[in-house]
């Protein structure tokens, strides 16, 4: 292994990533489809659409939108269900150019291990629980409160033997109550951060943005609110990995990410204007350490308080 390469190895727990690229769910379809247009070889794992226990049909247009710089979204999940999903991209999954996560959703935490399992038969390699989905039986969103989201996280880690991340979201009151709520429960990292919530209202029609009105908020904006929640993580628990997530577009915002505590760094709006994004920033990344004389690791963590 050259030593470039080696500089851009990332350790996640109990996995060692070629790259600290990871493409993020919802992003790049099921994975499988997104090989012919992404460079996926440039990524150290990739993360298919979130998958629930039966099809979810989403919710009505228009549930995408422009906000500025960034973009609204309340898709709904659309997806078929563990079944259908399992059937048509299972046996597609070893042909993708990189190692494939299942990412699971569900209204309880039996739900989210049904997914789980139909995730890991397949042969994912990891499972991301996404908590960010609403609560269905109580209402609320799972991210927001620590003891439902341990639940959910419980509830998986006892169906799979696979590596567990959790998705966490910036909107949570104490980041680091439901980080370490979910790492106690088996988590091996978290995911910082899903999107946070946002609103935007059509002037001419005088209708909002999204037919549900509120939705996720992502894109270049989402990168300060999901860095603070890497920054809280890393500060008051060091030792667990993190995967930072939100506006990230360059390298430059990689590094930041690094330095502010994420082992990894996923990549997902940006893949709708470049879908080949990680190429680019794969090459400005190794640049960046050859110049510096440095690593993926060594930058991890790596920001100096004041």
Avoid at 52 to 74: I, Q, Y
Avoid at 94 to 100: L, T
Avoid at 120 to 132: F, H, K, P, R, T
Avoid at 141 to 156: E, K, W
């Amino acid at each position: 292994m050259s030593k470039i390469s080696e500089s851009f190895t990332a350790r996640l727990g109990p996995l060692s990533l070629r790259s600290p690229l990871i493409a993020a769910s919802g992003t790049v379809g099921s994975v499988v489809d997104f090989a012919a247009v992404g460079a996926l070889e440039h990524y150290g794992a990739a993360v298919a659409k979130s998958v629930s226990p039966v099809p979810w049909e989403g919710n009505p247009a228009p549930r995408l939108g422009s906000s500025g710089t960034g973009m609204l979204n309340a898709i709904g999940i659309q997806n078929p269900g563990i079944v259908a999903w399992a059937e048509e991209i299972g046996p597609r999954l070893a042909s993708a150019a990189v190692p494939v996560w299942g990412s699971a959703v569900g209204g309880s935490p039996a739900e989210f291990a049904l997914v789980g399992a139909g995730l890991e038969e397949v042969g994912v390699a990891a499972v991301e629980v996404n908590l960010s989905c609403p609560n269905l039986e109580g209402d609320t969103m799972f991210a927001l409160d620590s003891v439902a989201a341990a639940a959910a996280v419980t509830a998986v880690r006892q169906a799979v033997d696979v590596p567990v991340g959790a998705k966490l979201s910036p909107n949570a009151e104490d980041i680091v109550e439901v980080a370490a709520a979910v790492v106690d429960a088996g988590a091996d990292w978290v995911v910082l951060t899903n999107t946070a919530w946002g609103f935007g209202i059509d002037i001419a029609t005088r209708r909002p943005t999204l037919t549900r009105g509120v939705g996720g908020y992502s894109g270049p904006p989402l990168k300060a609110l999901a860095m603070r929640c890497v920054w809280q993580v890393h500060q008051a628990m060091p030792d667990v990995p993190i995967v930072g997530c939100g506006g990230v577009a360059t390298a430059e915002d990689v590094v930041e990410y690094l330095l502010a505590g994420a082992a990894a760094v996923a990549i997902g709006t940006a893949h709708f204007a470049v879908p080949r994004v990680g190429a680019s920033i794969h090459r400005d990344l190794g640049r960046y350490l050859r110049r510096h004389r440095t690593s993926v690791r060594e930058l991890s963590g790596g920001g100096i308080p004041w």
